[in-house]
């Protein structure tokens, strides 16, 4: 991602009661199934992933961007049981972040990502993580509005001494 954004937010209690669809945590049976629902959700152009390729899920989740946070990663099924969107967080240098938040085009605009989202920012403040990233490309506009709406602010240059303190 050449013109990309990076955005960082406190963890924190998030409400996580039932909503709109079952969110649970990505298991390792859901790789084929993640695999091609990241393909179709990206089949209007190549997806840039956090990975720096276009390959999807070909490669191990934690390959090129630290191990996955189980407990964080997760995925919305529908009825049918058909995962629907996915959130899938890593470890990289000791941080949490977002490497992949996807859905399946006919599912899009219901409130998946938020929710993922949501549920993924608890799961990392009862791990005792106190932030998390992410990179967006900055025509993204969907994504930015996603994360902005939730918190994520530019993150700080690495040179500031201060850099959390717009946070409290």
């Given amino acids: 991602m050449d013109d990309s954004i990076t955005l960082v937010a406190l963890t924190g209690h998030q409400n996580t009661t039932a909503g709109l669809a079952l969110v649970r945590p990505l298991e390792p049976d859901d790789l084929a199934e993640l695999t ?38 997760l995925v919305t ?19 949490a972040v977002i490497a992949e938040l996807f859905t399946h085009p006919d599912h899009r605009r219901q409130g998946l990502a938020e929710e993922l989202l949501r549920h993924c920012i608890h799961a990392l403040h ?6 998390v990233t ?31 303190a717009d946070y409290d």
Avoid at 126 to 131: S, Y
Wanted: glycine residues 10%.
């Fill in 77 to 95: 099924s529908g009825p049918d049981g058909q995962i629907t969107a996915a959130i899938i967080v890593a470890e990289r240098n000791g941080e």
């Fill in 134 to 164: 992410v990179t967006v490309a900055e025509e993204n506009a969907a994504a930015l509005a996603l994360y902005l709406s939730r918190d994520f602010r530019r993150r700080p240059a690495e040179d500031d001494t201060d850099s959390y």
């Fill in 126 to 131: 009862t791990l005792g993580r106190p932030t």
């Fill in 36 to 73: 091609a629902l990241h393909r179709h959700a990206y089949a209007d152009g190549p997806a840039q992933t956090h990975r720096g390729d276009t390959t999807g899920f070909d490669a191990p989740l934690d390959e090129g961007l630290g191990e996955t946070i189980e407990r964080a990663s």
